[in-house]
C-alpha cells in the first residue's frame, strides 16, 4: 500500500539483498535502544503509561490537558478521545469520520489522523520544484505540531468552543492550573492568545517526549535488529513492497531509516490517488444541513456533488488556489501501526488492508469494484473529485497501469497486508505469541479477491454511526 508522488518523481527504493544493508538497519536499531528513543472527534480513554519523572514539565502539563475532557464545551471530549493510544492515536469508534460539538452529535469532515511517530514531521514548506511537504493535518495546513494542537479546541464539530476566551476560563478552574503557570508563567495565561499558545506547545512537547506515541518495537524492527525473523509470506510481502515494478509502496512509504531515527514509512509528502467517495460521511448527502460543510461543488461541474474535499485546495485549507494542482492532494502518512488504524484515507471509505491493496492495484483495471454512486449503481472514476479535476491524478506510477493487468496476483497482495502487519507496535522477541494484530491480519488470497467498495445508504450509515458515537 502506497500514497504516491506524482508521475515522473523520482523514485527511492530499497533492495533488501547484501549484507551492508542488514548491518545498517542493526545499527540503527542498536542506537535508538541506546538513545531511548484530526480532523473531528468522542469517546473517552485512558491515559498512555509514561512515568512522570520521564517527562519534563512542560510534557507533564500537556499529558494532563491531553486527557482533559473538560477542555471542551460538551465535557465530554479530550484529544485522546479522536487519539486513542490504545489504537494507534487514532478514533477508537472505528467511524469514518469523527463525532464531536457543544452536545456531541456533529459529524466531523475526515477521518482522524493517527499521531503515533507526528512528532517526527517537519513543518509545511514548498521547494523550488513546486513540491510541498511536512505540515500537520492531513492538508499540513498546520505548519507546526504546536499549531496543530491548538486547532480542534474550538473547531465547531471538534471541542467546540465558541472562543479561545472560552477554553482559557476553563483553564483557570482546572487541577494543573499551578503547573501550568510553573512551566509558562503567569506570562502564558494573561489572554487566550498566549494561553492558547502555552496549551499547543505543551501538547507538542508531550507527543514529542512520551514514548508511547514512538516506540518503534514493531515486529519489523525487531527483524532488522536480528532479534526475530519474518514468515514467509512477510518476507514476500516486504520484497513487493520495495519492488519499483510489483508493490513500489517504497515510492512514498520509505522502508530505510535516516540517521537515527529508523524507517517512518512516510515521506512526508502529499499525492492525488483518486480515492472513492465514501457515502457514508454526512457532508457527502446531498442537502445535507450542516452549516460547517461549504457547497464548494456547484460551480465545478460532473459529478454534480454539492461538496468535495479537495485536500490541499480546500475547504479547510485556503492558501492554495482552487483548480489548481494541489487539488485532491492529501499528505502521505506513515505505515506504521496501519493494521490498529481503520478506517482508511482522509475520508475513511475502506475498512481493511485487504480492500486498500487490491484497491491500489485494481483501482485503473478494474474501476467499477470500487466507484459508486450513493446507491450503489456504477459512478465514474475517481468520483471523490470533479472530473475536471482528473488530471491531478498519479496514473504514471506502478503499480497504477491504465489498461494493463494488475502489478500483483490477489496472493501477492495478501502477502504485502502480512508485511504491513509487522509494523505494528509492541513486539516482544522474547514473547512473540504476545503480538497483538487484528484479526484482518489473516488476509488470504481469497479474502482480498472479495474486497470491493462497501456501499450503504448516506442517511442510514451516518444516522448509525452517530447513534453508536453517543
Not at 187 to 211: C, H, K, V, Y
Not at 326 to 332: A, E, I, S
Request: proline fraction near 7%.
Amino acid at each position: 500500500m502506497k500514497d504516491k508522488k506524482s508521475g515522473g518523481e523520482a523514485r527511492r527504493t530499497c533492495r533488501l539483498a547484501g549484507a551492508s544493508w542488514r548491518a545498517a538497519s542493526l545499527l540503527v536499531a542498536t542506537l535508538l535502544t541506546a538513545c531511548g528513543g484530526g480532523d473531528g472527534g468522542a469517546s473517552s480513554s485512558s491515559p498512555a503509561s509514561t512515568s512522570a519523572e520521564t517527562l519534563s514539565p512542560m510534557a507533564q502539563v500537556g499529558k494532563q490537558i491531553f486527557f482533559d475532557q473538560a477542555l471542551s464545551a460538551s465535557g465530554k471530549q479530550s484529544c485522546a478521545s479522536c487519539h486513542d493510544p490504545s489504537r494507534g492515536f487514532t478514533d477508537p469508534n472505528n467511524l469514518a469520520v469523527s463525532i464531536g460539538g457543544p452536545n456531541s452529535d456533529l459529524p466531523g469532515l475526515r477521518n482522524s489522523p493517527s499521531l503515533n511517530y507526528a512528532s517526527f514531521t517537519p513543518n509545511f514548506k514548498v521547494d523550488s520544484t513546486g513540491k510541498a511537504s511536512g505540515g500537520f493535518f492531513r492538508d499540513g495546513r498546520s505548519a507546526s505540531l504546536a499549531d496543530q494542537a491548538q486547532q480542534p479546541f474550538t473547531n465547531a464539530f471538534e471541542m467546540a468552543n465558541a472562543s479561545a476566551d472560552d477554553v482559557l476560563k476553563t483553564l483557570l478552574t482546572r487541577p494543573y492550573l499551578d503547573q501550568f503557570t510553573a512551566v509558562f508563567t503567569e506570562a502564558g495565561i494573561q489572554n487566550s492568545a498566549t494561553a492558547m499558545q502555552s496549551i499547543g506547545r505543551a501538547l507538542a512537547a508531550f507527543q514529542s517526549e512520551d514514548p508511547s506515541f514512538h516506540t518503534f518495537d514493531s515486529k519489523f524492527d525487531a527483524y532488522l535488529a536480528g532479534k526475530t525473523t519474518l514468515t514467509d509470506a512477510e518476507t514476500r510481502g516486504l520484497l513487493l513492497f520495495n519492488n519499483p515494478t510489483k508493490g513500489n509502496c517504497n515510492a512514498c512509504h520509505i522502508s530505510t531509516g535516516k540517521g537515527s531515527t529508523p524507517a517512518l514509512f512516510t515521506d512526508f509528502t502529499y499525492d492525488n490517488v483518486g480515492i472513492p467517495r465514501n457515502w457514508s460521511i454526512a457532508a457527502n448527502q446531498e442537502g445535507t444541513p450542516l452549516p460547517y460543510v461549504p457547497k464548494n461543488g456547484v460551480a465545478l461541474g460532473n459529478p454534480n456533488y454539492s461538496y468535495y474535499d479537495l485536500g490541499m485546495c480546500g475547504p479547510l485549507r485556503t492558501d492554495f488556489r482552487v483548480g489548481g494542482s494541489t487539488c485532491g492532494k492529501f499528505k502521505v502518512p506513515t505505515l506504521r501501526n496501519i493494521a490498529l488504524t481503520p478506517p482508511y484515507f482522509h475520508n475513511g471509505v475502506f475498512q481493511t488492508l485487504d480492500q486498500v491493496v487490491a484497491w491500489y492495484i485494481t483501482r485503473d483495471t478494474d474501476p467499477g469494484r470500487w466507484y459508486v454512486k450513493a446507491d450503489g449503481t456504477p459512478d465514474v472514476p475517481y468520483n471523490d473529485l470533479p472530473v475536471g479535476f482528473d488530471a491531478n491524478v498519479n496514473v504514471a506510477e506502478v503499480p497504477y497501469n491504465p489498461g494493463t493487468a494488475p502489478s500483483l496476483t490477489n496472493q501477492e497482495m495478501s502477502d504485502l497486508v502480512h508485511f504491513l502487519c509487522t509494523l505494528t507496535d509492541g513486539f516482544d522477541p522474547a514473547n512473540p505469541s504476545a503480538y497483538r494484530v487484528p484479526a484482518q491480519c489473516n488476509s488470504t488470497a481469497a479474502s482480498v479477491g472479495a474486497a470491493r467498495i462497501q456501499t450503504a445508504s448516506a442517511s442510514g450509515a451516518t444516522l448509525s454511526k452517530t447513534a453508536a458515537s453517543k
